[in-house]
């Protein structure tokens, strides 16, 4: 999710990757229980290992981005309650054609050394995602400005043997720095959703440190611009974050540190969870979920929203045994995805009728027509494919709650195609995301997507474009390229949800991944602490947590 990515989101109408507003007005003094005053307290929350360095425009999974989330703050963020985008460290983002936008920034922001975020902050930052040579996994989100095709090259031929050729520039000539607090960026044609994007992480600034070293030496001690900083990192272990104290929007946390403790299995952050030991978990375990056993055991510590979040099946087309688009939909066809929702989730999931999420402006209901279980229509696909040969492995990454819902996929496959199916985890989800990226995975894959902005078109152009950043299986298909970019040129928002559903209908037909369940988040909190909200993603608002 931002690949669940980040991959990132909303709910209600929004989403986000990034830290979302949410201040409650409590004061700082207040104390109880033994843990001192919020101003001086602490609290633990799960995490999962990132998998690479923590540096923005280069961080596609939720491990990573949840710690960005923290500690960056965008131009723009979206309210906890899914409403609109608001400016954040943006002052005001001005367009009279919906293709040049002059942003002025607020002028008294800082980044964790202590450094004045500038609008060069933000143009070089922007600017070195988008050269290719730097192997940004989010360059393709710069794809909208001018001057992206010449410092963004593609591997014609994406693994190799022939490499990408050298970009013609180093800098985008669509962004222009007027001043140290002003920038105009200058897009290929009017984008009137463009604004929307600017909240996501892959447009965080970066600090002038950032340029004097290597990206992996950044990354493994980040300087942002939000309202934690970086402590330090044990891999596999945890990441302890710190309240910035000079941070002054609105988001400002009351509490003074945070560690991110690295769970193998989420059954042992709940135990943990229910023990009193971890303050927040964001996703209790499915086994919980039986009978509501969760609600009992939390009592008035459980928190339940729905967010902009889909479990998907990704499918790695560049493997020659999926290139076949009637093979994908009959084993879409062949999954009772309602059943596994009451036997396995206990209904606290709904199955997937659409590939984009209901939160998300611009969403057609029912547009996956794939999506519905069909076993008789799913054998005549298969059998249009000329069948399948051999063991189907269904990959999931095993130190989540992953295995019984995809056990309960391998055998749904199973018995109403024939196929020989099975379900294998993976130990950690670095490893499994690190087989994704490198394009090496032996079979169908658990995935997921969490919306990075508030858009139906951030579930089209990084999942199912040409090079989007997070289609992973590398799926290329002409005229969806050629309708997403219909619509990202659209002159208004109507006109490109309209190009965009026209694609999903192409999508629907290629069948190049196999969404799965629309999601319910069950979280949950411990007696420690009180006020606690979550974000339109889901994730802990730190700015909402006081201690008792």
């Not at 960005?68 to 943006?90: E, H, K, R």
């Not at 054998?379 to 095993?398: D, I, R």
């Not at 995975?441 to 199912?464: F, H, S």
Request: charge should be negative.
């Amino acid at each position: 999710m931002r690949v669940s990515k980040r991959a990132g989101v909303v709910a209600l109408t929004t989403a986000v990757a990034l830290v979302a507003a949410g201040c409650s007005g409590s004061d700082d003094s207040d104390t109880g229980k033994g843990s001192g005053d919020t101003a001086n307290g602490a609290i633990t929350i799960d995490g999962t290992q990132p998998e690479v360095g923590l540096v923005p425009a280069n961080t596609t999974e939720t491990g990573g981005g949840k710690i960005i989330d923290f500690m960056w703050t965008g131009l723009v963020s979206y309210p906890n309650d899914g409403g609109a985008p608001v400016n954040a460290v943006a002052q005001d983002i001005k367009t009279t054609d919906s293709k040049v936008y002059t942003i002025k920034i607020k002028p008294d922001t800082k980044f964790h050394d202590g450094t004045v975020v500038k609008a060069k902050n933000f143009v070089d930052a922007w600017n070195w995602a988008a050269y290719s040579p730097n192997g940004a996994q989010n360059g393709s989100f710069f794809s909208d400005i001018a001057g992206f095709a010449d410092v963004h090259t593609e591997d014609p031929d994406g693994d190799g043997p022939k490499k990408a050729p050298e970009p013609k520039a180093k800098t985008m000539s669509g962004l222009k720095v007027i001043d140290d607090t002003t920038f105009e960026v200058t897009l290929n044609a009017p984008f009137s959703i463009f604004p929307t994007k600017l909240g996501y992480s892959a447009f965080m600034p970066l600090p002038d440190a950032f340029f004097s070293e290597t990206p992996e030496a950044f990354g493994k001690k980040p300087i942002g611009n939000g309202p934690v900083k970086f402590v330090s990192w044990q891999d596999n272990v945890e990441i302890k974050l710190t309240r910035f104290d000079d941070y002054n929007l609105d988001d400002k946390v009351k509490i003074k540190d945070v560690t991110v403790k690295m769970y193998q299995e989420d059954t042992a952050a709940y135990n943990d969870l229910v023990s009193g030991t971890l303050d927040f978990q964001q996703q209790v375990p499915v086994s919980s979920l039986a009978g509501d056993k969760w609600k009992a055991d939390l009592a008035d510590r459980a928190i339940e929203a729905q967010i902009p979040v889909m479990q998907i099946l990704g499918i790695p087309i560049y493997d020659k045994r999926f290139q076949n688009a009637n093979l994908r939909k009959a084993i879409s066809m062949s999954i009772n995805r309602q059943e596994i929702a009451d036997k396995i989730f206990f209904n606290t999931r709904k199955a997937a009728t659409s590939w984009s999420s209901p939160l998300a402006p611009g969403h057609t209901d029912g547009d996956c027509t794939v999506c519905k279980f069909d076993p008789a229509a799913a054998k005549a696909a298969l059998q249009a494919a000329g069948g399948f040969t051999g063991e189907l492995v269904l990959y999931y990454n095993a130190d989540a709650s992953h295995k019984e819902w995809m056990e309960a996929t391998a055998q749904s496959i199973k018995t109403n195609l024939g196929i020989n199916a099975r379900a294998e985890g993976v130990p950690t989800f670095a490893v499994f995301r690190q087989t994704i990226n490198d394009h090496k995975m032996k079979g169908i894959y658990r995935a997921g997507w969490q919306q990075d902005y508030p858009d139906v078109e951030n579930w089209i152009g990084p999942l199912y474009v040409t090079g989007g950043s997070s289609n992973d299986g590398l799926f290329s298909n002409a005229q969806v390229d050629k309708l997403y970019k219909e619509g990202t040129a659209a002159p208004s928002v109507d006109a490109a949800h309209a190009k965009f559903a026209e694609a999903t209908k192409i999508i629907d037909q290629e069948v190049p991944a196999i969404p799965m369940f629309e999601v319910t988040q069950q979280s949950g909190v411990s007696d420690r602490v009180t006020g606690v909200k979550t974000t339109n993603v889901g994730e802990i608002d730190l700015s909402s947590v006081q201690l008792k």
